[in-house]
């Protein structure tokens, strides 16, 4: 394996392995509705980030390789960009959540969080074209690292995590902007040459990335809101705790996909939607049977390990270990079609699987009880990741038929 993929998985695995560690740190000392409460408030605040970014980050890609466009004029712009979001975010954040922002000023501290994620988020994209190593990784997990690092910062001063969270969001952006503008590659931005960009193409390019990260967001966010409305925080915060546990075990792929979908990409023929696939399914029967001595060693390894505190988890982490099969599988054959032109179909899929697991769920809780509220939404998400894995592998193999035939 090469150095940059050591790196990437290295310095990328930072971000879900930290915040995995923090949840369960606040879910141990200030209880599992306390955790509930921060997921809550981490869903609304990543919504905004993907409405934000609306495709930025990959439409500048394009913008700079394909067009050449100049990477100085989309770093500057990107500023402004985010300063104008700033008062949009707040005025959402003040009307749609009241209960993380119940005034102007929590709410203006919210909009500068968010706004500064997604400046950093379309920097990261402009640091790509310039330099895919240690620069670019680092940005990529420093919005993370930055706000666990306050969030840590002010629990231990006595902060709530169920009411000062619009705060720590607004103090974050203090360390995060100066942050990524040290780490980000300046003296290859000075060197870069390139043109103004169209704007037209700059919107749209990104269109179907946004309408994928935007669906993935909003099937977080509509979960962790009915799970709190119906069944309580504190079955929100098992509910994260099992999402989160799962996104740590697939960081690795996360982490190299955007080198690997760079490889596939190269290719116009049906490489990219063969490569590794005997090595991937292999790997998938045999996390199947890991998974399963997971699932049945869960309970035993929570009472030892967990001190009994989240035994009333364990038959939710039992059905979520399960979850990283079809995540990876999907994720694997997203990837494919992605590198074959097919981001339309990837895009509509997302929508599918979204719209599957809010209608799945929003049945499940007319007739849930209350204790079983995780476990519940567990089973909808892992149906729904079923169901979209499958047809995208009906797909791939569509695609791959309809070019040996051609």
């Excluded at 309408?211 to 099937?219: G, H, K, M, P, R």
């Amino acid at each position: 394996m090469k150095a940059k993929y050591i790196a990437a998985i290295f310095l990328q695995a930072l971000a879900p392995l930290m915040l995995l560690g923090f949840s369960l740190v606040i879910a141990h000392s200030q209880g599992v509705d306390a955790q509930g409460a921060f997921a809550a408030a981490k869903s609304w605040f990543d919504l905004l980030v993907a409405f934000g970014c609306f495709g930025f980050p990959q439409s500048s890609i394009l913008a700079i390789n394909r067009e050449g466009a100049s990477p100085n004029w989309l770093f500057r712009a990107s500023i402004f960009y985010s300063c104008v979001l700033i008062a949009f975010f707040g005025a959402c954040s003040y009307f749609f959540q009241k209960n993380l922002s119940p005034n102007t000023a929590l709410a203006l501290s919210v909009g500068i969080g968010a706004s500064s994620a997604v400046l950093v988020n379309i920097w990261r994209g402009v640091a790509l074209t310039l330099e895919d190593g240690l620069h670019f990784h680092l940005i990529t997990v420093l919005p993370t690292v930055s706000f666990l690092l306050i969030a840590s910062i002010g629990v231990l001063g006595g902060a709530s995590l169920k009411e000062d969270m619009a705060l720590l969001y607004g103090v974050t952006a203090v360390v995060l902007v100066p942050a990524a503008y040290l780490v980000f590659p300046r003296k290859k931005l000075a060197q870069a040459k390139g043109t103004v960009p169209r704007i037209g193409p700059l919107i749209t390019s990104g269109t179907e990335v946004f309408l994928q990260a935007i669906s993935n967001v909003f099937q977080m966010f509509f979960c962790l809101w009915l799970l709190r409305k119906v069944f309580g925080l504190e079955q929100v915060g098992y509910f994260s705790l099992c999402l989160m546990l799962v996104n740590a075990f697939a960081f690795p792929l996360q982490a190299l996909s955007p080198i690997i979908l760079n490889k596939w990409s190269k290719h116009a023929d049906n490489r990219a939607l063969v490569s590794g696939a005997r090595l991937g399914n292999l790997i998938l029967i045999g996390l199947f049977f890991l998974m399963g001595l997971f699932s049945f060693g869960i309970p035993y390894a929570i009472e030892i390990f967990g001190s009994g505190k989240f035994v009333h988890a364990a038959p939710a982490m039992q059905v979520a270990v399960f979850i990283l099969i079809p995540t990876l599988a999907l994720r694997m054959d997203g990837l494919r079609l992605s590198a074959t032109g097919n981001l339309r179909f990837n895009s509509i899929l997302t929508i599918a699987k979204c719209t599957i697991f809010a209608l799945s769920f929003f049945a499940v809780t007319l007739s849930a009880e209350e204790e079983n509220g995780a476990r519940a939404a567990m089973f909808c998400w892992l149906f729904a990741e079923v169901l979209a894995a499958a047809f995208c592998r009906l797909k791939v193999r569509a695609v791959l038929k309809k070019q040996v035939v051609s």
